[in-house]
């Protein structure tokens, strides 16, 4: 158990990162015509506007709120709030948009399901990576009861140190989550999986979003007239 322990959280973590980015750089450099999201708007826009506008709001702010909670450094905002009030803060909006994430999973699911037309395009990429998404929406949410035992903010720092000890390539990661309840455990493997399939599925029109905000900073063309 010691073993899988460490090559879960010491070891996988490194894996899904491997293949998350050098698979988006393979993917994107070899098979840019797949690069897309396979928007199904055009069979049946009813449901699609609420479903996805749902997902998207809560999934990114999710997203923001992991990648800001877990790297940023105690230190970093000690001057504003304690441990304790970080891991309340994180329950209550990360419930809110959790919430809202998995009502505008399930509508999509729904209509992924529910629609013939929809269903006949749908491949087995897209099924499973809605199901793994709504799964781990459930499980991240199933987390903040777990969360409101420990409202000294010690479950958050154990997730942070793991967290940023695996991003700075130091050792003994896996311990500081070792004792933690299954379900949190489960929750990260899940996160970790989903990096892992990221590159494979019509997730990747995720960079393009980043690529977006590049473009919106570009500098002016200049345009010159002839003459």
């Known amino acids: 158990m010691e073993f899988l322990h460490q090559l879960l959280f010491g070891i996988y973590p490194y894996v899904a990162l491997t293949v998350f980015f050098a698979g988006s750089l393979l993917r994107f450099d070899r098979e840019q015509y ?21 997902f998207h709001i809560g999934v990114l702010f999710i997203f923001v709120g992991h ?9 970093s905002y000690a001057w504003l709030m304690n441990a304790g009030a ?55 949410l199933a987390t903040i009861p777990l969360s409101g035992q420990h409202l000294d903010g010690s479950m958050m720092l154990k997730f942070t140190e793991w967290a940023q000890r695996i991003v700075t390539f130091r050792g003994g990661a896996a311990a500081f989550v070792a004792g933690v309840h299954w379900i949190y455990k489960v929750h990260l493997f899940f996160g970790m999986t989903l990096f892992v399939l990221f590159p494979f599925s019509r997730l990747v029109h995720v960079w393009s979003g980043f690529a977006v905000l590049g473009y919106l900073t570009r500098a002016y063309q200049i345009v010159r007239t002839r003459g």
């Open 34 to 54: 797949t690069w897309k999201s396979d928007s199904s708007q055009l069979l049946r826009a009813r449901t699609l506007r609420w479903g996805s506008n749902l």
């Open 67 to 75: 990648l800001i909670g877990l790297l940023a450094p105690h230190a």
């Open 86 to 140: 970080k891991q309340l803060l994180a329950m209550v909006s990360g419930g809110i948009a959790g919430v809202l994430g998995i009502v505008g999973l399930t509508l999509l699911i729904h209509r992924r399901i529910a629609d013939p037309r929809i269903w006949s395009n749908t491949r087995g990429w897209d099924i499973t990576i809605l199901v793994i998404l709504w799964l781990q929406l459930a499980l991240g």
